[in-house]
């Protein structure tokens, strides 16, 4: 594949070059050769292509010769790496590529030689490419993974001095993200099928291949801005800062594709692979975010109770298309925070069955686009408390605001993949969703109850309590493509005075046992998936000493999952 790179952050337009050309010394009536590109210094790693522009001022039966020069003298040949032999030469300019993978370390001058009825013509680019040793290493994909969402997360090393990392698609513009202590991240979006990104560090360019190939899963997470019958869709934001609705909808969407790839790399983590869920996507391939008019009032809506607010609501969307192939996650313009009352109003975070909810107190803290994510999780300014409600469990600032809202938004989406709160404290379905943050960037900055840090470290990202993640590595809603399942049957729980039984012509594969609307303990069957699993009642009446009744949830092969309330005592 031919493309550019400037050496600059400016832009990335087709090939890796930029400036003017040199002209060919063979100027005669039959024509000449020059080389235009690379017109600079470049340094970059093996792998990264490099394009050569040359051009021709007539086509005269002539051939045009492109050789990579280690001496950069033209009457030497011995140290020549032929590039590209037996061009036609036509009128006007032509880009060959130079693939760089195989080629030894050093500097190279471009050369063009020119044959035509008068003999042999060399030209030298203006610049130079210097091959180098690699400066980056991306450690958290394989090369030309293919993935099945398209806001890639690349995350890897680089050396201890570097402090940036520019990262883009080959004909994009690259963006900057903040390296730390030897540790890099970044976010590029990618386009269907194979994908060149180049990545920056030190002056250096590196080229990193992944694929993207979207979901077919008719099952799809629908996020929602809730407007108000009465309301223009305004959110509360400081004064000046936009907040009108196509902003909610820029950063709803940035959010959602966020807690996207969130799940992908943290199940991976978790060693059940990049699953994730589907999201609605409009033709272009961006996230699709949709408004939804209540018929309740704004003043209705902030004088209801969370939950008479989440029940109505539920109600009202049942009406929305592909209601059974959807879950809606909502975001509620309604919600306002009183400086004289220093209360808020038509906040909630609650999810479950099809609906997950969550209010808009903290929205204007979240990024509109990909380019801003670093900069608004790097947000360390202060949450004006006297005129804005602080979402932060404490913290005070702009970036902790952020990762509590997307992360607990995620949380609530977890509760409708029929997740439970674990016991251990452990996860994003805890409060390990207040630092959501940590799975996209290298540093963290101070709040009020804490310095900043960096680098964050792998073992430092939050990620799924082992009970969520293994019900979500076999969740239907989590399968990339449309699965015709073998079996489509709500696994059986049967019991008796003695006993539980849990069966499945699919084999079972989980079962979570809760107390209170918490996962107190799991099975998990990763190999052959049993047709039935037995649990004595003795062995739970010790395990969970006390309870007198448990909800049992269990999950088989194919994604079919059975709930019910178990007796220990009669």
Known sequence: MSFRLYVSR?????AISVGCGSESPGNDAVGQTQVIRPAERLRVAPGVPVAI?????????????????????PETTSDRLPLTLGNAAVAGSTVSTWQTADVPFGSYHVIARRSDRLGTHVTTAPGVVEVVEPLLSVENLGAGERLRYPVALLSGTVPTDTAEVSAGLVDAPRSPWPAHGGRFKALVRLVPGANDVVLEAGGVLHRFAVAYTPMTNPRVVRFVYMLAADSEGRFDAPAGAPNDVASALRRIGTAAELMQTFMAESLEAEGFGRRTFRLARDKSGAPLVETFRSSLT????RAMSDYDLYFHLEGELAALPDHDWTINVVILSTTHFDPAQQQVFSHTALGGNRLALFGSGGLHTWAESLDEVAARFLDARRIDRAALFDDSVGRGTYWANYATGAGATLHELGHCFSLLHPTNNKGVMMRDFDFFNRTFMVEEPESELGPAFAPVLPEQEPGWDRSSAVRLGFHRWLDPDNARYAVNEIPVLSETATSVTFSSKAGVRHIAWGTNDFIAWHSEFLQVPPPSVTEQKSVLKARFPGETKLRVSVIDADG??????????E
């Not at 400016?10 to 087709?14: C, F, W």
């Not at 704004?298 to 809506?301: F, I, L």
């Not at 079919?560 to 309330?565: D, P, T, V």
């Open 53 to 73: 522009e040359w051009s021709s001022s007539i086509a005269d039966s002539a051939t045009v010769d492109l050789f990579a020069d280690a001496d950069g003298d």
């Open 560 to 569: 079919n999952i059975g709930e019910r309330e178990v007796l220990l005592q």
């Open 10 to 14: 400016l832009a990335l337009v087709g």
């Open 298 to 301: 704004t003043a209705q809506a």
